[in-house]
């Protein structure tokens, strides 16, 4: 070690301490990385994905680091009891890294009280993206979203690309596409230039983001959360700053909900204004492209872009329903009512949503029903093919009966009238998700039903919806939503940078 | 600020210290960012690319960060002299990072003695890619090379794209390749899986990787230093671990050098040997494809499937030229002189190489005929499309005379007679360039010229060459190099590994 910084001689039981964190590192010694780690609340741990603060939520995370050996080691002693050890590492896998510790000496032996911890970037991060170029397709020269630049989820056709739609089987028996959707010809004619093809979970069917086969893209709003799906990949790319328009799909929330997780803007238009043309379906009744960015204000120049005009209807009253607000999570909610009363006049209205349950239920039995419709064929054998959770809904979906779908469809309609009746020529406000991203693992499908509550509201209108970026208390990214009736995306996009 | 860590006051000046470094950040005040860095040898400064030490070596590289703002900070007080302050950043581009600074109080004020910087990783390095994959093209499910994976220098045919010669004019113009390059195809019938393309100096015709359009790909093992050229993306990109195998050409050093460089493997077969089909051309006399790796022994492998059988041809005598030992500077020859005082018996012999400098020069005059030959016809009225280093060599190409051409050409076969005869069966060892990575800028025109003088034997010998990493006291690579007779290249593949 070469000893830096102010004079002083390295205290006694520091290079031990900082060889045993070596040690257990190589070792995947958990157990001795946590006890080395400084307790308590003030603790810090940062790499590529996130800072963290104290050590209950840094011990989950420690000894999960690639292969690597220290190549250098610089050591500025502070006082008698504090230095920082500076290391270079070469990995296994080839590059360098960098390790900051501040060590501190404590009745119980040397521990680390912050840690700064660079990996080289791998060439491409395929938990958010499947292929990148510089850039894959080039924008027009001239147009109103030059400069821009487009995450596309893997479920839109891009010429000379394969469709790979989440899952490894379906892309290596994938064709290569000879010509983009429709969307994406747009956004290229209209200057915006395709940076690549970003990861979608399986066939689009998820609201979490935790792709089982190519893992979970980063949400570097919230560290180690899940960055929402199922348009995870744009989502994260935009969070990134990989992209700024990440083009993505939402048949039950699949926009929006990333958005929210990751405080982006998300839109999803009315049902069948925007050209489905080249996009894989999951559900046609309710499948649309939709689209996120880190301002309200592009969301609206891609609406300018892909959206007609508007029908000429007036009227832009901001309605507030006690019992969707209550579907959220008390902090997702406060984000939510101060947020409301920032903007001043908005109606406090209840409305009959006793049926809600039920028609959550037809949304979700009908979804299912055009899911196997659409995909049963080539799944039929290859369910194994499938991470868990989306096999499970899958092969739920093989086994709606005709008729329950029927019914569940009638169910669909009713709903779409009675919820078009209330809304009127109104903007609903409401809670995007019922809650801040959850962590990956247990509960995250409590989570989805408690969501689906509230996303399925655009699909069954068929109405446009955009959710605007807010925090928590905790800092953590939630979103408001605004609904606008059916063939009024323009307009819900003004106002969503109007009130931003 | 949260304080953390002992619960020190935050001392005085130091939330002033911080602000002060964050306006200058801001301000691009480079002269006040020097002087809150701390004198001397011992600061440090890590980012992406690297770990410098000493305020000499950090204080060119201020004010370089993307424009960002400060989300969260966290302050440890170690000692009412010193405090560490880590704060996350958000960039204007997107994305979150985090930076680590250790302050000290001196009689001047608060210095920063070290500091550790991340920022957001792009989707692509596009100093080091033009696109990645995940994979671009898998291999074979079975073969020699399955788990490895190649960065293909941006001269090779890959089906589905196009070739872009380090050059955005010619990439604008270039087709879709329908098919893949020969040795593209071997590899991945051998079972290694394409990453990407990877950048080029602008047709292959440089030493130094400073590509004018795309930027100078990093060099992890000597920061800040110029990575090598022409292969100078693939070169990065196995040093950053991105890929495994970097597939370039080597005309004049194009493999060698970036190898030496970077401390890696680097090896240029016999002339002839492995097929140059659906390769761009620089000069065909000399051109060559070439292989870089992290080890010896998988550059053996790649040549186990690309090389045809050797010659039955005995002897690998080792023999040291201290001509060519001078021909280096002081640190690179020390290094080779220590690698060769290890390997035990090693010939020194002198060699007449009175006419070194005109077969040097002759090898250059007959090289640029051959380029203005291939490439004058595309670049004659588009020479202002060339960064300025590659277009002054075109532009010098462009005035060669066919006598004088047909001159060198002479000079060139003699040349090759004289040195195979003074060769034989034994293998040459010499330094593979002249110097370790010098830093961009002023300069790297000397050096090119040094370093031609050795790497230009092996294409005048049209002989296989392979270059092996060592390092300078200094801790800097560079590289010794073993030539044999044209048509040993498995033979010396063998050695390499052997003398590992």
Chains 1, 2 share one sequence.
């Not at 989440?166 to 969307?183: F, I, L, Q, S």
Request: proline share 8%; net charge negative; hydrophobic share 45%.
């Amino acid at each position: 070690m070469s000893t830096g910084g102010p004079a002083l001689p390295v205290p006694p039981g520091l290079v031990e301490a900082f060889r045993a964190w070596e040690q257990a590192l190589t070792a995947g010694d958990t157990e001795t990385l946590a006890q080395l780690t400084a307790p308590g609340s003030s603790t810090l741990r940062g790499d590529a994905d996130g800072l963290l603060v104290g050590h209950d939520a840094i011990a989950p995370t420690l000894g999960t680091e690639p292969a690597r050996r220290v190549v250098q080691t610089h050591v500025q002693v502070t006082d008698p009891d504090h230095a920082l050890v500076v290391a270079v590492t070469e990995l296994a896998r080839g590059g360098r890294g960098q390790q900051s510790q501040l060590w501190a000496r404590t009745p119980e032996g040397w521990r680390l009280t912050a840690a700064h911890v660079s990996t080289p970037a791998p060439a491409l991060d395929t938990r958010v993206w499947r292929v990148v170029g510089d850039p894959l397709v080039p924008g027009a020269t001239a147009g109103p979203l030059v400069g821009e630049t487009v995450a596309v989820k893997d479920v839109f056709a891009v010429a000379g690309q394969k469709v790979g739609a989440g899952n490894p089987a379906w892309e290596a028996a994938a064709p290569v596409e000879r010509a983009d959707a429709t969307v994406v010809d747009t956004l290229v004619e209209a200057g915006a230039a395709i940076t690549g093809i970003a990861r979608t979970d399986e066939f689009a069917w998820s609201l979490g983001g935790t792709n089982h086969h190519y893992g979970t893209p980063p949400n570097p709003r919230a560290p180690r959360r899940v960055p929402g799906g199922s348009s995870n990949g744009p989502a994260s790319a935009v969070s990134l700053g990989h992209a700024t328009i990440g083009l993505g799909t939402d048949t039950a929330g699949s926009t929006r909900v990333p958005a929210a997780y990751q405080g982006l803007t998300g839109f999803r238009p009315t049902h069948g204004t925007v050209p489905m043309h080249g996009v894989m379906a999951l559900a046609p009744s309710f499948d649309t492209v939709g689209w996120m960015t880190r301002s309200p204000t592009l969301a609206r120049d891609v609406g300018e872009v892909l959206l007609p005009p508007d029908a000429a209807v007036d009227g832009s009253d901001l309605v507030v329903v006690p019992e969707l607000l209550a579907a959220a999570e008390p902090d997702v909610r406060a984000a939510v009512e101060t947020w409301v009363a920032d903007q001043g006049l908005v109606v406090r209205e209840g409305w009959p949503l006793g049926e809600l349950a039920s028609w959550v239920r037809a949304f979700g039995t009908w979804q299912a029903w055009e899911a196997w419709s659409v995909r049963g064929g080539w799944l039929a054998d290859r369910l194994d093919t499938l991470g868990a959770d989306v096999r499970t809904r899958f092969r739920h979906a093989a086994s709606v009966e005709k008729p329950d779908a029927d019914a569940a469809y009638d169910v669909v309609q009713t709903a779409r009238q009675r919820l078009r009746d209330l809304l009127g020529d109104r903007v609903l406000v409401l809670p995007t998700a019922s809650s801040v991203a959850p962590f990956p693992g247990a509960g995250v499908q409590a989570v989805r039903d408690a969501t689906l509550r509230l996303t399925c509201l655009a699909p069954l209108l068929g109405a446009p919806a955009v959710s605007l970026p807010l925090a928590t208390r905790d800092g953590l990214p939630c979103g408001v939503s605004l609904l606008a009736a059916p063939g009024r995306d323009r307009a819900l996009l003004d106002l969503a940078v109007s009130l931003s």
